[in-house]
Structure formats: structure tokens, C-alpha cells
């Protein structure tokens, strides 16, 4: 007999995995000069950020079929405005880099994501500094480096763009759970784009105006209605499979699948890309950061564990004293009884905490790597 729940998860990751990889390549294809040749990042990015602003806007306003959060100006202000500002710039930096450098290559570079993530957390003090996770931290950063000192076509301009916006997501992350988990508010994908993507675009416009705008006036730019409006599309219909994988799976899954993905996209990318070239440096120093990163991974996993089910065994605890309070007889069975249960509800999926604080902050995630 067929599984069909695991059936639809494997499904919804091979979904998951074909459009982060898709929109990638497709992003790379359209903007560099030798294919598409449409040299202009903050124009393309400000297509998906007007694109997927008006869909959740149709989504939440129109067809209802999410509600919109109880949003004030002073929410708006301090939460959304500054993280609206980081992940514009953490994509247009991110776009920029596919006219310097190659799609394997950014991939490698995007090992530094936990790298970048741990010290602004714990530049804005979300997290502290740890001699095992900073011996994972340097192991990553090793690797990066062996990798981009095998790196063929080097290229100093579109790896400083890279790693800027490399920081800048992992600074939009941060500030993502340190504001809205504060205020106590929570975004799923439709409500993200909704909120954030308006935002990012009006960021997005005053470097598109002193930057683009003049070579659009200059340059004989191509248009195609359809090439732009099914990259715009692929976009968002990630932003919403990142969703349903994190729904279905859990953060270890997906960051699994994530790894699975890298692999893909860099054999991919020399193939469809022929003047992408690995060297053996590359692949030896990618395997590093990767061991680091996968090191780092398990560590923050058993964390989340260990502190759910630390959380989970005190209410219990308190559960357990205050039915013994409300009763005056006590009856052997029925402590039994709240000790079976309590073991039971023990027995609650691995991926489960992750999944919660994931989703507590997966506008993150989600508007996000995905247009990169």
C-alpha cells in the first residue's frame, strides 16, 4: 500500500528542490551578458518584488484567503521597514554577483551563510560566542577559502557582492527573530510578501534610479513580457514550496535537501553554463565548509531539542502538582496515569521544535534565497 503523506513530501521536496535550482539558473540566464543579456539586477529583482507584492496583495485583500496581522505604524516602523531594507539589499547584491562570477562558484560562497548568521547574531546578542560552534565557524570559512583559491575565473567585484549580500540576509534573519518574535508577530509566506515586498521595492528604487535607470535610457534593452513574467512567477511559487516543505518535513529536511540542492546546482550549472569550470580545489575546499556547515547544523539541532524538551517536561511538571492540589483524594492510578501521558507526549516528532521557530520567522527565509 502506498504512503501517501510520505509520498507528497518527497514530492513537495523534488518541488522544492527543482525551483530553488530553477530560479537560480533562470536568474543567472536572463541577467548575464552572453544569454539573455539583460545586465540590470536591481531591475530584475524589483520585477519579482512588484510581482509578488501584488499577488499577496489580490491574495489577502481580495480573495482573503489569509488574513492580514494586526499591523500598527510602530510595528511597520521598527520591524518591518529595516527588515524590508536588508533583504532588498541581501537580493540585489545577490543578482549582482551573477555578472561576475559563476553559478557554482556563489554556491560555494553561500557555505558562509552560517558563518555570517552566527556573528550577527551574536553581534545583536541572540546568540553567544562558543568555542565549538566558532571551530565550526573557522572549518566553513577554510573551506571557502581553499575553494575561491581554486576558483578559475576569480573575480574580486562579484565575490564582495556575494558575501555583502550574504551578510545582509543573515542580518535580515537575525533582525527578523529579534523584532517581529518580540512584538509577537508571526508571517507566514502570502502575509511576508504582502507586508515586506512593497517595501522592498520603494528601497530598491533609489538605486535602480542613480544606478540603472541612466544605461536603460542609454543601452537598447530587451523585453520580453513572458521571459520576465515566468522568472517573476518561479519566484514566487518558491517563496510558497519552501512553505509546504517546511509544513511537511521539518528545518532538518530542508536543510538536508538544501545541501542535496548545492550538489545539483553546481553539476547542473557547468553544464548548462559551459564556461563555468570546477577545479578539484573548488570540490576539496566546498567538501570542507560543507563538513563544517553540516557540523554546525547537527549542534543547533541538538540545542533546539535538548531546550524543547526541557520546556516541555516543566509545564507538565506544573500540571502534574496542580490537579494534585485540586484533588483531595489521591488515587495511585490516576499519577500513573499523568505519568503515561507525560511520556507519551515525550514522543513528539524530532523535527517538530524546528519547525515552530521556523515558521515564527520564515518570511526569511522564504522571500528570500529564492530570488538568488
Known sequence: MINRPLVLTYLYLFIYILLSSGVILYNKWVLSPKYFNFPLPITLTMIHMGFSGAVAFFLVRVFKVVSPVKMTFEIYATCVIPISAFFASSLWFGNTAYLHISVAFIQMLKALMPVATFLMAVVCGTDKLRCDVFFNMLLVSVGVVV???????????????????????????????????????????????????????????????????????????????????????????????IFLVIGRTGAVTIRVAGVLKDWILIALSTVIFPESTITGLNIIGYAIALCGVLMYNYIKVKDVRASQLSSESIPERMDWKLEKRSSDIFTPNSNNGNGVSGSSDMNVDEEAPLLASRLSHSGRMQVGNHNK
Open 147 to 241: 575553494s575561491s583559491y581554486g576558483e578559475i575565473h576569480f573575480n574580486v567585484v562579484g565575490t564582495v557582492y556575494q558575501v555583502t549580500g550574504i551578510f545582509a540576509e543573515a542580518l535580515r534573519l537575525v533582525l527578523t527573530q529579534v523584532l517581529l518574535q518580540k512584538k509577537g508577530l508571526t508571517l507566514n509566506p502570502i502575509t511576508s510578501l504582502y507586508y515586506i515586498a512593497p517595501c522592498s521595492f520603494v528601497f530598491l528604487f533609489v538605486p535602480w534610479y542613480l544606478l540603472e535607470k541612466p544605461n536603460m535610457q542609454v543601452t537598447q534593452i530587451q523585453f520580453n513580457f513572458w521571459i520576465f513574467f515566468s522568472n517573476a512567477l518561479c519566484a514566487l511559487a518558491l517563496n510558497f514550496s
